[in-house]
C-alpha cells in the first residue's frame, strides 16, 4: 500500500487547491520514499512540482510542470467530494439545489450532461453521509465513485468528518485520516498561485470534461505513478526513434515484430505479425493510448488487419484500452483466472461516454490459457507465469508471457523491467535503486530465468512492456547481482 503525508489548503467555492505532499511512502512499482510534492490549482490553471513519479524520483525531472486540464479537474472533482462543507456552500451559493427529501439527496448539476453528484444526508444525525456520482471507467462504463465521510469532530463552532474514504465500485480506493483541521487560517498571497513552468498552459475543455468524466481514473493512475499529463496520440513505432538520449538500446527485433509506444509514456506495447494478422499484446492505460498502438501497428504492417489482441494481465495499466482493441479483433487471449472479468468488461454499459466498441457489432472469442496456447500454428506461444508461486510479489495469478520462436523474444510485463530500469539499476541516472529495490529485482530475474529453463524456451531478446528490448544477458546479469 502506498502512503503518502501532504498538507492540503482549499478556497472554498473559489477553484483553489494546493496540495503540499510532506512525503510519499512508494510500495508499487518499485520501494522508495518520495520527499516533497507540490501541486497548486487556481481556477483553470495549475502546476505540479517535485517527486511525483518514476521519471522525477530516478531521473531528476523535477521541475515544475503544467498541471493537464483533465487531472487538474479531476483533482478539483475528487476535493469537493472530499469536503463536505465547501460542496454545501456551492450548493447554498448556487440556489438551484435538487433536493429529495425520501432519499435524504442533494444534488449538484456540472457542466455535463447526466454528470450530477449527490449528497447523501443522515436522517438521524443530519450530517452528510457522502458523496456520491456516477462516472465513467474505460472499463466498467457507467459506475459509481463514492467518497464516504466518517468520524466527525468539532473543530471550533463546525463539525468536519476526520475519515474519508474513496470507493469505486464498493472497493477502496483510498483512506485518508484528516488531523490539525483549521477553518478560515492565514495563508500567504501566493498559496494559490501556480510555479512558474517553462510552457504556457492552455486549458483544454476536451481534456477536462474526460477528468470530470473519468476522475477516478486520474487519481488511480497518479497513484500508480503514471502522470499522463500529455495528449496519448500518437504512438510510434520504437525503432524508427532514437532514443540514444535516453541512454536506450535500439528497439529493433525484427521485420515481423514491432515494439510500440513512445519515450514520454512508460506502458508500451508489442505488435506481431503471423500469416494471420496482427497481433497486440496489451492493450494499456485508456483507449485513446491502445488506439494511438492499432494505428502504428497498421502503419508498420499496412497490408494487414489487427485480428488479435493478448492482455499479460487485467490491471487498469495494462488492460485498460480492451475495449478499443476488441472493437478490432476477432480473438483475445487471456488467462484462464481472467476470463470472466474479460466477458463483463465487454458486456458493461458505456452510456454517460460511449465507445468505439459501444458502437459497432464486434464479438470477439474469447480464448483462455491454462499453461500454454499456440496461435496460429505456433508463430506465438503464450503461458501463464505462475506468479502466485512467487513468495515476495504474486502481482497477477495468471500473468501471460509471450514467446515469438521466429524472434527467440520473450514479451512480459510487470515482473521484470528493461530499458530505463535497468539505467537506474546500474546507477547511470540521477538517483539509483536502493539496496533492497535491487535484491526484489535480482529475485524476479532469477525467477523469469527458471521460468524459461523450465519451458525449455531458446531466448535472446526479452521485451518487456515497461522499458522495451533487453537481452538475456542483461537479465542473467540482474539475475546474478
Not at 269 to 278: L, M, N, P, Y
Amino acid at each position: 500500500m502506498n502512503t503518502l503525508l501532504m498538507n492540503v489548503i482549499s478556497k472554498m467555492g473559489e477553484r483553489k487547491l494546493n496540495m503540499d505532499y510532506d512525503s510519499y511512502n512508494c510500495v508499487y512499482p518499485f520501494k522508495y520514499n518520495s520527499p516533497e510534492c507540490s501541486i497548486i490549482i487556481d481556477n483553470l490553471n495549475g502546476s505540479i512540482k517535485g517527486q511525483h513519479n518514476i521519471a522525477s524520483i530516478y531521473l531528476g525531472f523535477d521541475n515544475s510542470n503544467v498541471l493537464n486540464s483533465g487531472r487538474l479537474e479531476s483533482l478539483l472533482k475528487i476535493q469537493l467530494m472530499s469536503n463536505p462543507l465547501e460542496f454545501l456552500k456551492i450548493l447554498l451559493d448556487k440556489g438551484d439545489v435538487a433536493i429529495d427529501n425520501e432519499e435524504g439527496t442533494l444534488t449538484m448539476s456540472t457542466i455535463i450532461t447526466r454528470l450530477n453528484i449527490k449528497l447523501e444526508v443522515d436522517p438521524d444525525s443530519l450530517l452528510p453521509k457522502k458523496a456520491v456520482v456516477q462516472e465513467s471507467d474505460f472499463l466498467l462504463g457507467d459506475t459509481n465513485f463514492e467518497v464516504v465521510y466518517g468520524n466527525w469532530v468539532q473543530v471550533n463552532d463546525v463539525k468536519y468528518p476526520t475519515e474519508i474514504t474513496h470507493l469505486f465500485r464498493n472497493q477502496a480506493l483510498r483512506k485518508e485520516v484528516l488531523s490539525n483541521i483549521e477553518l478560515n487560517p492565514e495563508i500567504n498571497e501566493d498559496t494559490f498561485t501556480p510555479l512558474e513552468t517553462d510552457v504556457p498552459n492552455l486549458y483544454n475543455i476536451v481534456d477536462a470534461k474526460k477528468g470530470m468524466l473519468f476522475s477516478q481514473w486520474y487519481q488511480r493512475m497518479f497513484y500508480m505513478n503514471l502522470t499522463l499529463d500529455q495528449s496519448l496520440f500518437p504512438a510510434f513505432v520504437l525503432e524508427n526513434v532514437n532514443l540514444s538520449q535516453f541512454n536506450l538500446r535500439n528497439q529493433y527485433v525484427g521485420e515481423n515484430i514491432k515494439i510500440i509506444g513512445r519515450p514520454d509514456v512508460s506502458v508500451w506495447s508489442v505488435a506481431i505479425k503471423t500469416d494471420r494478422g496482427i497481433y497486440i499484446v496489451d492493450s494499456p492505460i485508456s483507449p485513446s493510448w491502445s488506439r494511438s498502438i492499432i494505428n502504428a501497428a497498421k502503419e508498420a504492417f499496412p497490408e494487414d488487419n489487427v485480428v488479435g489482441v493478448i492482455p499479460t494481465h487485467v490491471h487498469g495499466t495494462h488492460f485498460s484500452g480492451i475495449r478499443e482493441l476488441s472493437s478490432e479483433v476477432s480473438d483475445i487471449y487471456v488467462g484462464s483466472g481472467s476470463a470472466s472479468f474479460v466477458d463483463e468488461v465487454l458486456m458493461s454499459d458505456h452510456t454517460l461516454v460511449p465507445d468505439t466498441f459501444s458502437s459497432n457489432n464486434s464479438n470477439p472469442m474469447i480464448h483462455t490459457i491454462e499453461n500454454k496456447i499456440l496461435i496460429d500454428g505456433g508463430e506465438i506461444e503464450a503461458y501463464v507465469l505462475k506468479t502466485q508461486n512467487y513468495p515476495t510479489n504474486p502481482h497477477s495469478e495468471d500473468l501471460v508471457v509471450v514467446y515469438v520462436p521466429e524472434y527467440k523474444a520473450l514479451i512480459q510485463a510487470d515482473f521484470y523491467y528493461a530499458g530505463i530500469a535497468e539505467n537506474i539499476f546500474k546507477g547511470l541516472t540521477a538517483s539509483p535503486f536502493s539496496e533492497e529495490v535491487k535484491q526484489s529485482l535480482k529475485s524476479r530475474a532469477q525467477f523469469l530465468l527458471s521460468f524459461i529453463q523450465e519451458k525449455k524456451l531458446d531466448v535472446e531478446n526479452v521485451i518487456g512492456v515497461h522499458g522495451g528490448l533487453t537481452t538475456m544477458d542483461e537479465l542473467v546479469s540482474v539475475s546474478n547481482y
